[in-house]
């Protein structure tokens, strides 16, 4: 005999068969594998990309006949020599590698200010306000944010005729390496910033008033107490600065006033402006590979940081 | 606390820097989207709404505009089950070869978006499903699920593995120990996540590039292509659209569980 | 009899007045008269040719019906395979020979019109007069404001000139063309594409400008302080076309042709160019009246011989390297 | 030490078992958590497991619970291997060391939940819950989030939710560590009460002496993974198994000696060479061997210098160290030079005479020989 | 209630002032943590804030530490105003409730940190190092990390932390809150001995009433912000100014009534027809008032129904509840029906009458008139 739906509700019925079901999908002897169950379709969804890597990697390995058009049917390495021996990759290779490094040292360095005071200020006004102020600028396009740069920024904007008013001349803040690494900083800030966050959270407050009673400053307080503490957040938030800068496209494109191209910049021109997909996808795996190897480092000096923040595991 | 005067200048200093680099450019192009004139500038060359009039009557960015709303739905539907699912195993279960997984779950973002635009238009394409909305989804799904992964973790690790043993103890079975006390205690990692990918996702641009044709282009990529000429504020205008919208979903989030959770790794 | 209508076919086009030409010459009068509806993709042709690509490749029906392209791009595609002959459209036969692509057995593509990458300078920075010469953007108060597309495409071949080098040497020796350009590239110009020009002419950036006439007509129309000369070296002279992708269905294929045939009548032509300010490949069109004895807009034997034109075929093997070499003089 | 726990369970009893622990061992890779332990609980006992920090306290109970196996042995609850069935449907209530509360639910939720998922008459379930919310004096708390309660009304809903549903055995984990004292007290008197009230069989954590002697009807002393001694709380107090016991439970002095005379009445040492005749409880005592005897601080009977201590058997002279105000009592630490200068500790509970010695002051002490335990050292 | 602290101090203090808290006041939005706090401490004394949850004394304690300035009063330390130093410059050490040891670094680095950050000579540091930790008996524990170490360890570590640099004053926020009953017992010894040691002024904030009165030279009892009595702790005990003081240190019983007589050497009070006299302390205590007699549970005798209590002034009848066995004492819960029913709690500390009356015995209950103190209700 069956209950009344009103001494077994309906949502438990439902429940009861969901129940059986993942009891049957998943039989409780197989607990051990439940994580990688849990993993799987994120691995499914990375494979996505995984599957197109294979593709540039067969590409990668064939040549472009610029009398067909066509990729070679042959393998061969000509891509790769191509790339390690002709300067000009190596030029936008270290230029990308010192400005995503320089950039993600810069965006840290204001998003570790940024994301202690809206975690530590006692007024949750500020605190919304300065969480908004983060959100807001990824609603306005690139090329329209490029575009209200060149109005604050350009030989005729804001800033030029503000120093105009101080005798200063204009002067080009756009369209050079500074510029693109200050785009880079300000798109990768709310990241970091949000990155931050909860690892500072983490830190109690106490242990800062413990350092000012000890005789620390708050500069010496920062560096002995809440710098070292706050490292899962910062391994978190730069790798994430680190790679997303060392391979963005539009910044470079946009503010660099095309002379400050980074490899992606490179893998598009080979894509989509001489068609030489082989050699594009080199350049792409070899941009996969140094970062790839980016992030195994860091993982290995400082742990995975906010990213698998370490915690008690079971 | 009584924070030193030196303390406070020097935060101060950072932050206000950091919130001129923020905003200068949407106080800008929130200005501009108001002139009368044919031109961004700012200050705005008079004011009037006109602009917003000539958005509002162009229908193919109302189009554009709710086919970018269905692949940032599609994205974040995926995204919240795979990242969540992800990100608790990742910080809750001692997993072999953590390390590779997290290298390898990192992989969006040492793609460039171009490699992984062109890997995911082959791969659709010979499964034949270029031109549909949800593989752009997908896609977008994919290159920024670390942010995902990242904002369950960070919650994740913080749950007290007691917690899942007392609802056991309580007579609950996996799936609803699951449903009722691991994802509601990761519940904010999994809001912040969301709204991320929600966000990414609804200005994805050069991926989507890649994966929509002329019957399916997105918002983004609508704004990208017309610009082939000359830049117009009826562009300024999208943009504060997109910002008002913003504005009203942070609203409705911060009524709904208060803004307060970004904060909290708990 | 006709095959069946499809509801519609798309376009591939350059956005801006480009795509506004195109529909008020072409694509509105073929709606009207086939009552089949025009889609414009306002995909960038570079961008739109591996999407192309990929789809022949993998056998799918590719992304477009029609592609407006450059003669360059156009011709990688049609050496490729993944063009349809279009030799039996019944307007070819009313068509100059700017029409016929260089190289290429019948009409894998069909060109349209021709255009010329002018230079394109702010009057009031030039109060001596207008450039004669491409070697007057090496003059120091230009220094940071002139501007170059960023593959270096129109500037190739007048800089082989201004260089000192000879036309003729093309292929073979273009040290000329590259020592010249690494003089320009001292002057640090701005790299960029169609829309950036319009931008930096309006917001003041930049002097000078390598660009196509059309732009800078359309800047003009918009109010923008802008004029352009074809300077003594000369301006490369270039092709557009249009061309349809393997692999669409029988019935598309023939909408799709019947568009490209439409494209080509007189009407249709004095419209669609017009609008761009370009001559056009039918016989008999009226130049636009601000464009009349305007060397950007060439229709007498001798307007070409200010112009520079090379084989696309030359063009089409070589341009990678070009574009290489630009890339690593300006990336340096 | 190493009581043989089996040996200690009382024979004959007449209750029906609920918990039957088979000699059971935890390893975590070279740590031995828990040491075969060994002992039966009747239904609706109440059972303390008492002992030091990292005793394995926590590792035996999570092993009752069902919620990690036993390297070796098993555990039996209502005669049913516990490994047989998964935690969710097993009748056991718990309450964690650190309450393990659901944060996101109010205080009734947290006490409804079990019910629920328990598929409970739904309709039952809001009066249910209402009364066991008034059972732990929580009527009216019910909509309160978690966070919005008191640490001792917090500990209040974890133990509604751990009764709620009637589970045959009540497992509680230090719940009480982390109230203050005064809470602490109260609550302890609370759970006897509950707990007779109920009648249901109840496995208690704890390392607070104070608390295991008030609340239990058992004890059972952990050291090391290994069980010391099972017994009521009187008989551990009067007749701890070992030294370690002794210690453990109450105030106690130890006396350090060699057994001189060892009988089935009594035990004499000597220490210092001074005798001392004393009780046994430890089996593993013998003749000839080194042996501490102790005596508790409250037994021990202070008086001046030269003073008269009455019938006391034993009697030693010290000097106060330092005498420590306690309120409702006095503690003498007196140094006893005849013992080697031993520290002994003794309790003045009489208001009247209180500080009635100062620091420096000779006393003399005594106590009852039958109040002397003596162990094996 | 509401005693005017300024009132209890003790007049003509000869020691010089460490700390002097001048009418100090904390206002949280509108939550009143502190109100009007005023008293002096002395160099080289111990001085306790004792109070329940939330009465305000981390907020005072912070105050003074100068982590939070005071909504109003001042705060001096030595003569000098606390807000006139920033937190780094001062010589406080001080001891925080959750610790707030640094866990990236060792208990060495710990201690170190104070040294290395006031500019100590940097030879001279691994020597002092070591010499605090063996204060704090760690010696050898140096090399570990935090997390390496048990909860009592890191406890002194924090100790020896606060205490390295030579504070002129050590602030301690219930430092020993987290432990277990054992531990927390020895270490308050340990406190008092190396406050004694160092001669350190000592401020102590805890909700433990035994800690207060073993560690402390001085008490302040503190209750909803507001200071409730300062005094020695045998006076606190003997004396409390006040019902909440009363029944927040020892274990009282209350007897309500209503004040008949009030003369400057005691009170007569009637309650439930009864007839009782008693002490006062309590100031604000007015003739015909209602009051509440308090009296300990230590200082009620207990003997057989119609048994005698020899030439105790107040004697009553009662039946006991419950018995309940706490080691060393038997605690006797009674309902007293002459009374309304009142539980009076009694202790039993005599060995040898344990047990002597089992629940539902009547019994007869006695206590002197001096024992008994009398507040304003
Ligand atoms: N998962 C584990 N891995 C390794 N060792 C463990 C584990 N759990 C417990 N231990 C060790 O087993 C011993 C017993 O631990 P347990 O937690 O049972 O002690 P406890 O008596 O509950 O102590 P406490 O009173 O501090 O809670 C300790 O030495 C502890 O370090
Ligand atoms: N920053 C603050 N904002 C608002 N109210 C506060 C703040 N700090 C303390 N309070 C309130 O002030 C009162 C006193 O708090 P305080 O922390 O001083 O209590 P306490 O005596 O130390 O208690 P405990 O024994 O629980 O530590 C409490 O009601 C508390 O809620
Ligand atoms: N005929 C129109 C050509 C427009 C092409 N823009 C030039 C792009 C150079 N990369
Ligand atoms: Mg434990
Ligand atoms: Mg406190």
Same mark, same amino acid.
């Given at each position: ?139 306005i396009g690139q090329v329209v944010r490029a575009y209200g740069w060149l109005i604050?920024l ?20 756009l369209y050079?390496?500074?510029a693109?690494?200050?785009g ?66 539009a910044i470079?494109a946009i503010l ?59 | ?24 450019p ?205 830049i ?35 | ?195 950036d020009?319009?931008t ?133 | ?225 290994? @069980?010391?001694?099972?017994? #009521?709380? =009187?008989?551990?107090? *009067?007749? &701890?198994?070992? !030294?370690? %016991? ?77 005498? @420590?105000?306690?309120?409702? #009592?006095? =503690?003498?630490?007196? *140094?006893? &030079?005849?013992? !080697?200068? %031993? ?35």
């Amino acid at each position: 005999m069956r209950a009344s739906p009103a001494a077994y509700p309906l949502t438990w019925r439902v429940m009861d068969v969901l129940e059986r079901l993942a009891a049957m999908v998943w039989p409780s002897s197989f607990q051990r594998g439940l994580p990688y169950l849990m993993l799987a379709p994120a691995l499914v969804l990375v494979g996505l990309l995984v599957l197109g890597l294979f593709q540039i990697g067969d590409a990668s390995l064939r040549t472009l006949d610029t009398t067909t058009f066509l990729m070679s049917e042959s393998y061969t390495l000509a891509n790769y020599q191509r790339v390690l021996s002709e300067s000009f990759f190596a030029t936008v290779a270290g230029r990308s590698l010192i400005g995503s490094v320089i950039v993600t040292v810069v965006t840290l360095l204001f998003a570790f200010p940024y994301a202690y005071l809206m975690v530590r200020t006692p007024s949750s006004a500020l605190r919304k306000f300065l969480l908004v102020a983060l959100f807001l600028p990824f609603f306005i396009g690139q090329v329209v944010r490029a575009y209200g740069w060149l109005i604050i920024l350009g030989n005729q904007g804001m800033v030029n005729e503000a120093l105009g008013l101080v005798g200063v001349s204009p002067m080009r803040l756009l369209y050079n390496y500074p510029a693109v690494l200050f785009g880079l900083v300000q798109y990768m800030l709310p990241f970091a910033v949000l990155m931050l966050a909860p690892a500072l959270t983490a830190i109690p407050t106490e242990l800062e008033s413990a350092a000012a009673s000890l005789g620390a400053g708050w500069v010496r307080t920062f560096r002995h107490i809440v710098l070292p503490l706050s490292r899962p957040g910062l391994v978190g938030a730069g790798l994430v600065v680190v790679t997303l800068s060392l391979t963005d496209f539009a910044i470079p494109a946009i503010l660099g006033g095309g002379t400050q191209d980074f490899i992606a910049n490179a893998i598009y021109d080979q894509f989509f402006r001489t068609s030489d997909q082989g050699l594009g996808a080199t350049l792409s795996l070899m941009l996969v590979a140094v970062g790839s190897i980016l992030v195994g480092v860091v993982f290995m000096l400082f742990g995975a940081g906010t990213l698998a923040m370490g915690g008690e595991r079971k | 606390m009584i924070d030193s005067r030196s303390k406070s200048i020097v935060i101060w200093a950072f932050v206000a820097t950091a919130l001129v680099m923020l905003s200068a450019p949407t106080i800008v192009v929130l200005g501009a989207s108001f002139t009368a004139g044919n031109i961004i500038t700012f200050p705005p060359d008079g004011l009037s709404l006109k602009w917003y009039g000539a958005i509002a009557q162009a229908s193919d960015l109302r189009q554009a505009f709710l086919r970018s709303l269905i692949v940032a739905t599609i994205c974040t539907v995926i995204a919240i089950p795979a990242g969540t699912l992800a990100g608790i195993a990742l910080a809750k279960y001692r997993v072999r070869f953590a390390r590779s997984i997290q290298i390898y779950l990192l992989l969006p973002f040492t793609i460039p978006l171009i490699g992984s635009g062109i890997g995911m238009m082959l791969v659709f394409g010979q499964m034949n499903v270029l031109g549909k909305l949800w593989p752009v989804g997908i896609a977008c799904c994919v290159i920024n699920l670390p942010f995902m992964i990242w904002a369950v973790t960070a919650s994740a690790s913080n749950l007290s593995p007691d917690l899942e043993l007392a609802a056991a103890n309580c007579g609950a079975p996996p799936l609803q120990r699951f449903l009722y006390i691991t994802l509601p205690a990761v519940l904010p990692g999994v809001i912040t996540g969301s709204l991320l990918m929600f966000i990414l996702a609804l200005n994805e641009f050069l991926v989507s590039l890649l994966l929509v044709d002329a019957r399916s282009v997105t918002l983004p990529v609508q704004i990208y292509n017309s610009i082939r000429s000359i830049i117009t504020p009826d562009l300024a205008a999208i943009s504060v659209v997109f910002i008002a919208c913003a504005g009203l979903a942070i609203a409705l989030l911060d009524r709904l569980v208060g803004l307060d959770i970004f904060l909290k790794s708990k | 009899q006709e095959p069946e209508k499809p509801a519609e076919i798309i376009v591939r086009a350059w956005g801006g007045s480009w795509v506004d030409a195109l529909k008020a010459g072409v694509s509105d009068s073929f709606t009207k008269m086939t009552g089949i509806a025009v889609r414009h993709d306002l995909t960038e042709d570079n961008e739109i040719q591996p999407k192309v690509w990929a789809a022949v490749a993998q056998k799918r029906v590719p992304p477009i019906h029609i592609n407006w392209d450059t003669t360059t791009n156009a011709t990688k595609s049609a050496l490729r395979g993944v063009t349809e002959d279009l030799s039996d459209l019944s307007n070819i036969k009313n068509t100059t020979d700017l029409a016929k692509p260089v190289g290429l057995d019948g009409y894998p593509i069909v060109n349209t019109y021709g255009y010329v990458y002018v230079l394109a300078y702010r009057p009031s920075a030039f109060p001596d007069g207008a450039p004669k010469s491409w070697k007057d953007l090496l003059d120091p108060k230009l220094k940071g404001r002139i501007a170059l597309y960023n593959d270096g495409i129109g500037f190739h071949f007048p800089a082989q000139v201004a260089g000192g080098g000879k036309l003729e040497d093309i292929p073979g020796n273009m040290q000329p063309a590259w020592d010249f350009i690494s003089k320009i590239k001292e002057q640090q110009p701005l790299l960029g594409e169609d829309p950036d020009f319009t931008t930096w002419f309006q917001k003041g950036e930049i002097d000078a400008a390598c660009t196509i006439s059309t732009n800078a007509r359309e800047a003009k129309k918009n109010g923008i302080e802008i004029a352009w000369v074809v300077p003594e070296e000369g301006a490369k002279f270039d092709t557009d076309g249009l061309w349809i992708p393997k692999g669409l269905p029988e019935n598309e294929l023939y909408w799709a042709k019947q568009y490209i045939n439409h494209a080509l009548t007189k009407e249709a032509q004095q419209i669609w160019l017009d609008g761009l300010g370009l001559p056009g490949v039918v016989p008999g069109l009226t130049p636009p009246a601000d464009l009349a004895g305007d060397p950007s807009y060439p229709t007498k034997e001798e307007d070409f011989k200010h112009l520079i034109r090379i084989s696309s075929k030359v063009q089409v093997e070589n341009e990678s390297q070009w574009f290489a070499k630009f890339k690593e003089i300006m990336q340096g | 030490m190493g009581v043989v726990a089996a040996g200690l369970r009382p024979a004959g009893m007449t209750g029906q078992i609920a918990v039957s622990v088979k000699d059971v061992s935890m390893v975590f890779g070279n740590v031995h958590a828990v040491k075969n332990a060994f002992f039966d609980l009747p239904k609706g006992k109440f059972l303390t497991i008492l002992g030091p920090s990292g005793s394995g306290k926590t590792t035996l109970l999570r092993m009752i619970a069902g919620f990690d196996r036993p390297t070796s042995g098993e555990i039996f609850i209502n005669g049913q291997p516990v490994s047989a069935v998964p935690p969710h449907r097993r009748a056991i209530g718990m309450v964690f060391q650190k309450l393990a509360l659901f944060p996101h639910m109010t205080a009734a939720e947290n006490v409804a939940f079990p019910l629920k998922m328990r598929r409970h008459d739904a309709r039952t379930i809001p009066e249910k819950v209402e009364r066991y919310l008034d059972l732990v004096r929580l009527g009216g708390y019910g909509g309160r989030r978690i966070n919005e309660l008191s640490g001792g009304q917090q500990q209040r809903v974890a133990i509604a939710r751990a009764l709620v549903f009637e589970p045959d055995l009540l497992l509680l984990d230090e719940p009480l560590a982390a109230l203050d004292r005064k809470l602490r007290e109260e609550m302890q008197l609370e759970f006897r009460r509950i707990q007779k009230e109920l009648g249901v069989t109840t496995i208690n954590v704890t390392h607070d002496q104070r608390e295991a002697l008030v609340v239990s009807d058992e004890i059972i002393v952990m050291s090391g993974g290994e @069980i010391q001694q099972k017994a #009521r709380p =009187v008989d551990a107090y *009067r007749a &701890p198994s070992n !030294a370690f %016991v002794a210690n453990f439970i109450g105030v106690t002095n130890f006396i350090e000696g060699e057994v001189v005379d060892l009988t089935s009445a009594g035990v004499v040492f000597e220490a210092n060479g001074l005798r001392f005749s004393g009780v046994v409880t430890d089996a593993a005592l013998a003749a000839g061997a080194p042996c501490a005897a102790a005596v508790r601080a409250e037994q021990i009977r202070i008086a001046p210098k030269d003073g008269s201590l009455g019938d006391l058997e034993a009697v030693v002279d010290g000097k106060v160290v330092d005498c @420590i105000f306690e309120g409702e #009592r006095l =503690v003498y630490e007196i *140094r006893v &030079p005849g013992l !080697a200068g %031993v520290l002994m500790r003794v309790f003045d509970h009489d208001p009247e005479s209180h500080l009635q010695f100062g620091p420096g002051e000779d006393v003399r002490l005594g106590w009852n020989a039958r109040d002397m335990n003596v162990f094996q050292k």
